[in-house]
Structure formats: structure tokens, C-alpha cells
């Protein structure tokens, strides 16, 4: 088979695709299909499971295509200024769900986002990375309509949409965990999953299919919760408000939900179970994007990488080809000295213009 030219960066000693056979990401090369699918196979939720993503499987047709990989975007990345990014071959055939391109935002003469581009894929997790004042929460903010982007392409499931307002972005299925939950401590868990989307029978509160839900999706979501729904959100642990913010997110109809550090001031515990969470989430198809500073967590669940460095995206790799030192310079230097380009020049990624830190001040 001949391989089609890599245009973009890989890891040192490492290829930015995997053959068939490889036990780490494929079955037999006859299990995958003869021509890449158009939409996320159903398998790709078995990319689920304890661990490392480079420990999981991905099984049947979900194999398919993985046998290289090809980079996508360069020629507009390259024009913008922006990262040129990876894309699984067979992946690179569905269609992201939710796909960002060249997004600039500025308030007043401090520009926030660069030619941002950034996107998110079903049952998968993105992991978005970046030191603060990167401008991760602006971009989160574009993504939600709560702050309009200045320009740059905005599309839903293939589709160009104008998202403009929180209430559009929530039409289309996109839920925002904020760190902070947003919960009310003084309602119960079923009042706060409901709380500005009551079910009613006639003229009152149906109660009960209120209720019946709450109960449901949480336990759809293998939620732990010790007592009963009625219970008070003041009386539940760290761990388990967030969970509740989370299964108030996937309630409706959702296709990608952003969670923003749903791990922080956790026990260990109860960061481990938002982390079986987050996997679940994926596992059922959403696009999950995870801001997060813990690189453990970031490793532990996400499929794929996306660092920014001063408002601008400087690299979007899988999670399997990068190790915790090259992200961590990826954030604090917006380049790393082991990532290399096709020509073995070290740095950045081709098409990257990275600013120093002295030379604009963080967003």
C-alpha cells in the first residue's frame, strides 16, 4: 500500500499512523471494511474501558481506516496561521460533529483567539489544554453563543449554523458544564435536572414523570447516588453535584457536551468517578470536549489532544502519540523541542506561527 505524503508534524521516532494489525488501535486487517464509513460507527463507543487510551480496543468496523493516517486543513491552516492537525484516515471520513474554523475573537485591541481552529468528533473525548489565560473559556464561550465570535466558520454536523445565543447553541444539542455547576442547593436533585425545562400535566408540575426521569437517566448514566432524587443538592457530595450538572447536561437531546475541569477540588474518589463518567458520555455517542489542567485526567480518558498557547491552536494530535512532557511544553511554550516536522526540523507544528510569551500578553 502506498502511503499518501504527511504534510504535517509527528512525534519523534514514531509515525503519525498505525498499520493494520497493530494491537493497540486495530483487529485483523480482515475485519475492516473496504471503504471508510460516512457517519461514527456504533463501535466507536467501545472505545471505553479503564486505563490508558493506547491500552484500548477498538473493535470491527471501528477498525477501519486505521491503517495511516493523512493531515487535513493544511492548506487553510497554513493560510490562517493556525495548527495543522492530525486525523485518523478512517476517521477523517465522519464527519465531525462539531468543527471550528479559523475563529478570531478580540476585545478591544487585545485579541483573544487567533484563527482558532478546533474540532470534536462522536464517542469521542477531546481534551482541551492550555495555561491560563490561553483563551480556552473564550473559545468555549464562541462554541456555547455566549460570545459572539468576531469571524471564522461554524459547523454543526457538516451543516453551517449561526450560533449567536446560548438558547441556539442548546437547540442544536450542545450543553455547557461550568465549573462553578450552576446548581441550586436548595432544590433536589430531580428540581434542579428540570429547573427552566418542567414537564407539565395540564396546568401543573407532573411530578412524578419528572420523577421517573431523574431517576432513569441516572441510572442510564450508572450514577451512584446513596438516598433518594428528593434529595437536597446541599446535602450531596463534590463528586456528586457534578454528576448531577452533567446528567442535567445530557437530559435533552445532546450531541456535545463541554465539561470545564469537572474534576477540580475532588477527593480521589470522587474524581474517579466523574472520570467512569465522562468515558460513558462518550461511550454513547456524544462529543465530549474536556478542559482540564490535570494532565492524569486528560490522559486517562481522552482520545484526542487540543492545546492552545496564547489564543492560538497549536496542536491537535491522539492522545496515544503524544507523552505528558511534549503536551506540557505544548502549553507553556506552545511548542514542543521532541515534536518534529516531516523534514526533522524540531518546534511547532508546520504552519504555526507561535508567539513568544513576552511578545503578546495572555488573553
Request: hydrophobic share 45%; proline share 7%; charged share 20%.
Given at each position: 500500500?502506498?502511503?499518501?505524503?504527511?504534510?504535517?508534524?509527528?512525534?519523534?521516532?514514531?509515525?503519525?499512523?498505525?498499520?493494520?494489525?497493530?494491537?493497540?488501535?486495530t483487529?485483523?486487517?480482515?475485519e475492516?471494511?473496504?471503504?471508510?464509513?460516512?457517519?461514527?460507527?456504533?463501535?466507536?463507543?467501545?472505545?471505553?474501558?479503564?486505563?490508558?487510551?493506547?491500552?484500548?480496543?477498538?473493535?470491527?468496523?471501528a477498525?477501519?481506516?486505521w491503517?495511516?493516517?493523512?493531515?487535513?486543513?493544511?492548506?487553510?491552516?497554513?493560510?490562517?496561521?493556525?495548527?495543522a492537525?492530525?486525523?485518523?484516515?478512517?476517521m477523517?471520513?465522519?464527519t465531525?460533529?462539531?468543527?471550528?474554523?479559523?475563529?478570531?475573537?478580540?476585545?478591544?485591541?487585545?485579541?483573544?483567539?487567533?484563527?482558532?481552529?478546533?474540532v470534536?468528533?462522536?464517542?469521542?473525548?477531546?481534551?482541551?489544554?492550555?495555561?491560563?489565560?490561553?483563551?480556552?473559556?473564550?473559545?468555549?464561550?464562541?462554541?456555547?453563543?455566549?460570545v459572539?465570535?468576531?469571524?471564522?466558520?461554524?459547523?454543526?454536523?457538516?451543516?453551517?449554523?449561526?450560533?449567536?445565543?446560548?438558547?441556539?447553541?442548546?437547540?442544536?444539542?450542545?450543553?455547557?458544564?461550568?465549573q462553578?455547576?450552576?446548581?441550586?442547593?436548595?432544590?433536589?436533585?430531580?428540581?434542579?435536572?428540570?429547573?427552566?425545562?418542567?414537564?407539565?400535566?395540564?396546568?401543573?408540575?407532573?411530578?412524578?414523570?419528572?420523577?421517573?426521569?431523574?431517576?432513569?437517566?441516572?441510572?442510564?448514566?450508572?450514577?451512584?447516588?446513596?438516598?433518594?432524587?428528593?434529595?437536597?443538592?446541599?446535602?450531596?457530595?463534590?463528586?456528586q453535584?457534578?454528576?448531577?450538572?452533567?446528567?442535567?447536561?445530557?437530559?435533552?437531546?445532546?450531541?456535545?457536551?463541554i465539561?470545564?475541569?469537572?474534576?477540580?477540588?475532588?477527593?480521589?474518589?470522587?474524581?474517579?468517578?466523574?472520570?467512569?463518567?465522562?468515558?460513558?458520555?462518550?461511550?454513547?455517542?456524544?462529543?465530549?470536549?474536556?478542559?482540564?489542567?490535570?494532565?492524569n485526567?486528560?490522559?486517562?480518558?481522552?482520545?484526542?489532544?487540543?492545546?492552545?498557547y496564547?489564543?492560538?491552536?497549536?496542536?491537535?494530535?491522539?492522545?496515544?502519540?503524544?507523552?505528558?512532557?511534549?503536551?506540557?511544553?505544548?502549553?507553556?511554550?506552545?511548542?514542543?523541542?521532541?515534536?518534529?516536522?516531516?523534514?526533522?526540523?524540531?518546534?511547532?507544528?508546520?504552519?504555526?506561527?507561535?508567539?513568544?510569551?513576552?511578545?503578546?500578553?495572555p488573553?
Amino acid at each position: 500500500m502506498s502511503l499518501p505524503a504527511l504534510s504535517g508534524w509527528f512525534p519523534r521516532g514514531r509515525g503519525g499512523g498505525r498499520r493494520a494489525g497493530d494491537p493497540a488501535r486495530t483487529g485483523s486487517p480482515a475485519e475492516a471494511p473496504t471503504q471508510a464509513p460516512t457517519q461514527a460507527p456504533a463501535e466507536v463507543a467501545a472505545w471505553a474501558g479503564a486505563g490508558p487510551p493506547a491500552a484500548r480496543t477498538a473493535p470491527g468496523a471501528a477498525a477501519a481506516g486505521w491503517e495511516t493516517a493523512r493531515l487535513t486543513g493544511q492548506d487553510r491552516s497554513a493560510a490562517l496561521g493556525g495548527a495543522a492537525r492530525w486525523e485518523p484516515l478512517g476517521m477523517s471520513a465522519v464527519t465531525p460533529v462539531l468543527d471550528l474554523r479559523g475563529v478570531h475573537k478580540s476585545f478591544g485591541p487585545v485579541t483573544v483567539l487567533h484563527d482558532v481552529d478546533f474540532v470534536a468528533y462522536p464517542g469521542e473525548v477531546t481534551a482541551l489544554v492550555g495555561d491560563n489565560g490561553a483563551g480556552k473559556t473564550t473559545l468555549v464561550k464562541c462554541i456555547a453563543g455566549i460570545v459572539r465570535r468576531d469571524r471564522g466558520e461554524y459547523l454543526f454536523e457538516g451543516r453551517p449554523v449561526r450560533v449567536d445565543s446560548p438558547r441556539e447553541a442548546t437547540s442544536l444539542g450542545i450543553e455547557v458544564v461550568h465549573q462553578d455547576l450552576a446548581l441550586c442547593e436548595n432544590l433536589d436533585i430531580v428540581q434542579n435536572l428540570f429547573l427552566g425545562r418542567e414537564r407539565r400535566r395540564g396546568m401543573v408540575l407532573d411530578e412524578a414523570e419528572m420523577e421517573e426521569v431523574a431517576a432513569d437517566i441516572l441510572a442510564g448514566l450508572s450514577v451512584r447516588m446513596t438516598g433518594s432524587v428528593r434529595q437536597p443538592v446541599w446535602a450531596l457530595s463534590g463528586g456528586q453535584r457534578q454528576t448531577v450538572a452533567i446528567a442535567r447536561a445530557v437530559l435533552g437531546d445532546s450531541k456535545v457536551v463541554i465539561l470545564d475541569e469537572p474534576s477540580s477540588a475532588l477527593g480521589v474518589a470522587q474524581t474517579r468517578q466523574v472520570l467512569e463518567l465522562v468515558r460513558r458520555l462518550a461511550d454513547r455517542g456524544l462529543a465530549v470536549v474536556l478542559i482540564s489542567h490535570n494532565m492524569n485526567d486528560v490522559f486517562a480518558v481522552s482520545d484526542r489532544i487540543a492545546a492552545l498557547y496564547l489564543g492560538r491552536m497549536v496542536a491537535q494530535v491522539r492522545t496515544a502519540d503524544v507523552t505528558h512532557t511534549q503536551v506540557v511544553e505544548l502549553i507553556t511554550a506552545g511548542r514542543s523541542a521532541t515534536l518534529e516536522q516531516p523534514d526533522g526540523r524540531p518546534g511547532a507544528p508546520l504552519g504555526a506561527d507561535v508567539p513568544s510569551a513576552a511578545a503578546e500578553p495572555p488573553a
